[in-house]
């Protein structure tokens, strides 16, 4: 349990720039979730922590203290790799045991603690198998039970559960964070997958090409894009480009109310966060799932308190619980996202009318 | 049943071509050494050959036979031994210290030894080990003091010219099995908090068990048999069992004594197989 600070690290491979001057910190016992595309320097971030990648500049700190000079195995992490890296000549009892064996713990104190290791992960009475014996499930769980048993500092996992199919994957979330709550251990893992990041982490990092584009709350990230990418990484995102609208166009503008971003042909779309000054180019990102679609004409009235433009339905693709909407709204594609309450969904070419809040017009770096 | 049928037909008809090679090369030929080792002389011209145990009974009798099965035995274990303190670090460093564009490189320095004509290559030893040789040259040109170092003609010339000879094997099966190691498992060690020496430990050594043992079984088996490293480079020191199975062959012309030492050597590295079997079977299965 403890402070991870990364400070201005930088790390270069050739002109390649894995990290670049990137700073976080974890609090004690935080679950952090490093998201981006693969090479974007989430992975050697992790593997700079845990001292397997020296940083060219910067320094990491654990509790306060510098760890450039500590080797791995003095760093005291633990490490979740994402093949597992079990080893294949040892029993799951000996897997387990390796951290506390190799630190000449007592026998008897071993057998304790690795009894009590495997019921947390429920996996007890499987001890005497080996890892290809076991399932993804429970090899992923022998991986974890294994790096916790040595009581680390910090854990660090890379991807995780990115080796298990779907369902078992969402299982393993809910028990992961379960898990981790109750051991209390500063927790680092590192994922593409941006459903999983959202699902685990108390705070997120989103990672572009060597640098961190946003930190944040799940919700604070996935609400309130900071740029582009980070909006269309983290979930899909539609964009809309204009201007800074001025105040006296119409409707009332008062303080507070929402403003205006002008469209290219004359629409118009409100958005309730701060704006550059008038004329300025903007780029609204909206959410697929913030639309509301009616059929041409039907729904709330525009005005100040809804953006209201119509398309026409070109796609619609069915997925039982939900229906995605590709629509042209003034020759631009816009996915919408719909519960599936209708009974009939819109067919392609249907004239629709998409409707939202202010609010969820978010204005993003390009 | 039919799918069953057909597929057996299909697993003999591939197989048979094979087992029909082997039995040809190697049972055969065997078999006929085998009947040659019962014989009082090889019959060969006009000779009238007649069965008789007198062949075994002359390694029994004789002390010296007994001597030189012992020397064979040891000069395969040492040689083993040579070839595991320096194949098995050579090959851990080729797998997992080496960058992958000098591996090809050093690969084939590792491989010339087959390249090149086995009798050519011990000769070359002579002019290295003799007095006065290119080591003894080397030495002198730093420490113009310095005594010979001349091993030519000594039991330890020998071992160094097998060693030479067959550790490109135990290089080779000892590689194969540690380049198979995944590098994360080596970390994982790591970040678990093994040092260097426990990594070794625990984890690359057991897990390249195998290609160890499997090195060690291929040049043991051979060492213990050959004849030309310990003529041309042991002098007197080099009568071994092979050099007299050959002499039996090549110089004294009795074969059914030759036979039937061949015999009894290949009796004596199936005992020692043998009596290794547990340990072989345990570690040469895939985990």
């Given at each position: 349990m403890s402070i991870v600070e990364v400070d201005k690290v930088s790390k270069h491979y050739g002109t390649v720039a894995a990290l670049e001057n990137v700073s976080l910190s974890f609090a004690d016992g935080e679950f952090f979730g490093l998201l981006g595309p693969s090479g974007s320097g989430k992975t050697t971030l992790l593997r700079s922590i845990a001292g397997f990648v020296e940083p060219d500049q910067g320094d990491i700190r654990i509790d306060g203290a510098p760890v450039r000079d500590t080797p791995v195995h003095r760093r005291d992490i633990g490490m979740v790799f994402q093949n597992y890296a079990l080893f294949p000549h040892l029993s799951v009892f000996d897997n387990v045991a390796f951290g506390l064996s190799v630190r000449g713990a007592p026998r008897r104190e071993i057998a304790a603690q690795v009894a009590a290791m495997l019921d947390l992960v429920?996996?007890?009475?499987?001890?005497?198998?080996?890892?290809?014996?076991?399932?993804?499930?429970?090899?992923?769980?022998?991986?974890?039970?294994?790096?916790?048993?040595?009581?680390?500092?910090?854990?660090?996992?890379?991807?995780?559960?990115?080796?298990?199919?779907?369902?078992?994957?969402?299982?393993?979330?809910?028990?992961?964070k379960q898990i981790q709550r109750e051991v209390g251990i500063t927790t680092v893992f590192v994922t593409h997958d941006q459903e999983e990041a959202l699902t685990l982490s108390d705070r997120i990092a989103i990672f572009n090409e060597g640098r961190v584009v946003q930190v944040g709350q799940p919700n604070e990230v996935y609400e309130r894009p900071a740029t582009a990418f980070a909006a269309a990484f983290l979930g899909d995102a539609n964009f809309f480009t204009g201007r800074a609208g001025s105040p006296n166009g119409t409707g009332s503008l008062g303080a507070g109310a929402p403003r205006r971003v002008l469209l290219a042909d004359g629409?118009?779309?409100?958005?309730?966060?701060?704006?550059?000054?008038?004329?300025?180019?903007?780029?609204?990102?909206?959410?697929?799932?913030?639309?509301?679609?009616?059929?041409?004409?039907?729904?709330?009235?525009?005005?100040?308190?809804?953006?209201?433009?119509?398309?026409?339905?070109?796609?619609?693709?069915?997925?039982?619980?939900?229906?995605?909407?590709?629509?042209?709204?003034?020759?631009?594609?816009?996915?919408?996202?719909?519960?599936?309450?209708?009974?009939?969904?819109?067919?392609?070419g249907e004239a629709v009318d998409l409707v939202w809040a202010p609010r969820h017009s978010v204005p993003v770096e390009p | 049943m039919r799918i069953e049928q057909r597929r057996r037909f299909a697993i003999l008809g591939l197989t048979a071509p094979t087992y029909l090679w082997l039995a040809l090369t190697i049972f055969l030929p065997l078999s006929v050494m085998l009947y040659f080792s019962f014989l009082t002389v090889a019959p060969i011209g006009n000779r009238e050959p007649a069965l008789t145990f007198a062949q075994y009974g002359a390694f029994l009798d004789k002390e010296f036979y007994r001597f030189l099965t012992w020397r064979s035995v040891m000069m395969g274990v040492h040689v083993t031994l040579g070839c595991v303190l320096i194949g098995y670090p050579a090959a851990l460093i080729l797998a997992h210290h080496v960058p992958n564009r000098w591996r090809e490189a050093l690969f084939l320095l590792i491989v010339l030894p087959f390249w090149s004509n086995a009798l050519v290559r011990i000769f070359s030893w002579t002019m290295v080990l003799r007095e006065n040789g290119l080591i003894d040259r080397g030495l002198q040109a730093i420490f113009p003091d310095a005594p010979s170092v001349g091993i030519l003609f000594t039991y330890p010339a020998i071992i160094v010219g097998l060693v030479h000879s067959y550790l490109p094997y135990m290089i080779l099966t000892c590689y194969i099995s540690l380049q198979a190691i995944d590098r994360s498992l080596i970390e994982a060690a790591r970040s678990l908090g093994a040092s260097n020496l426990a990594i070794f430990r625990r984890v690359l050594l057991p897990l390249s068990l195998p290609g160890l043992l499997a090195g060690m079984v291929l040049v043991f088996v051979p060492v213990i048999g050959s004849f030309m490293e310990p003529r041309i480079l042991?002098?007197?020191?080099?009568?071994?069992?092979?050099?007299?199975?050959?002499?039996?062959?090549?110089?004294?012309?009795?074969?059914?004594?030759?036979?039937?030492?061949?015999?009894?050597?290949?009796?004596?590295?199936?005992?020692?197989?043998?009596?290794?079997?547990?340990?072989?079977?345990?570690?040469?299965?895939?985990?």
């Open positions: 429920r996996l007890g009475g499987l001890q005497e198998r080996r890892p290809r014996e076991l399932s993804g499930g429970q090899q992923q769980r022998v991986a974890l039970a294994r790096a916790l048993i040595t009581r680390p500092r910090v854990l660090l996992l890379d991807e995780p559960l990115g080796a298990l199919d779907k369902r078992l994957r969402q299982e393993m979330q809910i028990e992961l629409d118009a779309i409100l958005t309730t966060s701060p704006l550059p000054a008038d004329g300025e180019p903007v780029r609204l990102a909206v959410r697929p799932e913030k639309f509301e679609i009616y059929r041409s004409g039907a729904g709330p009235a525009a005005g100040d308190a809804m953006n209201r433009l119509s398309g026409r339905v070109l796609q619609a693709i069915y997925s039982g619980s939900s229906i995605t909407y590709k629509v042209d709204v003034r020759g631009q594609e816009v996915t919408v996202f719909e519960q599936n309450r209708s009974a009939q969904p819109f067919p392609p | 042991g002098g007197l020191e080099g009568v071994t069992l092979g050099t007299v199975i050959e002499d039996q062959f090549t110089a004294v012309f009795n074969w059914p004594l030759g036979a039937a030492l061949s015999f009894i050597l290949l009796a004596i590295v199936l005992t020692i197989l043998a009596a290794a079997y547990p340990l072989l079977r345990r570690n040469l299965q895939p985990f």
